[in-house]
């Protein structure tokens, strides 16, 4: 099992590994990965082992803050379950069964510029900790974490290698919309199951068109298979990696 610390970094609590040393030591660049609505902090931790990124690649792997153990009508429980912002999943399922998908993809989630300052502040905080060349950071994540990813990338004009997008969808579109010139000839890749039933796979093509048509140098990964993230996408992410990266 691969070695990790475990600190607080801005506001949110961040699994570190990788590097020189196994927990984030050395200059080399950084892959910041976001979990899922309703995963815990580590849950994918575990890809450190599995991606093959550059030599002294540095991962870190952050928190959501809110917790959704103490929201019992979730259906949660005890386990360390967390949510970036909170979502009405009966309410945006029924939403998408009647059809109802520009509703879903115009919504701007009540949490989303607040998780979006979060994350920010930590970005900042782990790229100056831990000496990350400039340029040299890639965000991503899987489900909302990806969804917060992109929000990130088209908002906060910060400098990055490339975004990884497992498995998201496309939010706030009328605000993303105006914002895409900022992805022109940025590495981006987008992965999605063509039988994901909880975020459509049409709604993936969407966010895909979008990100294309501005000019994004987008990797578009389609598998068959559902809310997931398989071999075949880790594979395309470590080849992703070793593009976008110095080595």
Known sequence: MAKVRRERVGELEVVITGGSDGVGGGNG??????????????????????????????????????????????????????????????????????????????????????????????????????????GQTVLGGFSQGAMLSTDVMLRSGRELAGVVLWSGTIIAESEWRPLLPKVANLPVLQSHGVMDPLLPFEQAERLRDHLSGAGAKLDFVAFRGGHEIPELVLDKTSAFLKRVLLT
């Open 29 to 134: 660049p950084l892959l910041v990965l976001l979990h899922g609505f309703g995963a815990p902090g580590t849950d994918l931790v575990g890809l450190s082992s599995m991606l093959s990124a550059p030599a002294g690649t540095r991962f870190a792997f952050p928190a959501a803050p809110l917790s959704l153990s103490s929201v019992p009508e979730l259906g949660f429980g005890m386990m360390d379950a967390r949510a970036w912002w909170l979502i009405d999943i009966e309410r945006i399922q029924a939403q998408l069964q009647a059809g109802r998908v520009d509703r879903v993809a115009t919504e701007v989630p009540a949490g989303l510029a607040a998780a979006r300052d979060k994350l920010n502040q930590t970005l900042d905080e782990l790229e100056r900790g831990l000496g990350v060349p400039a």
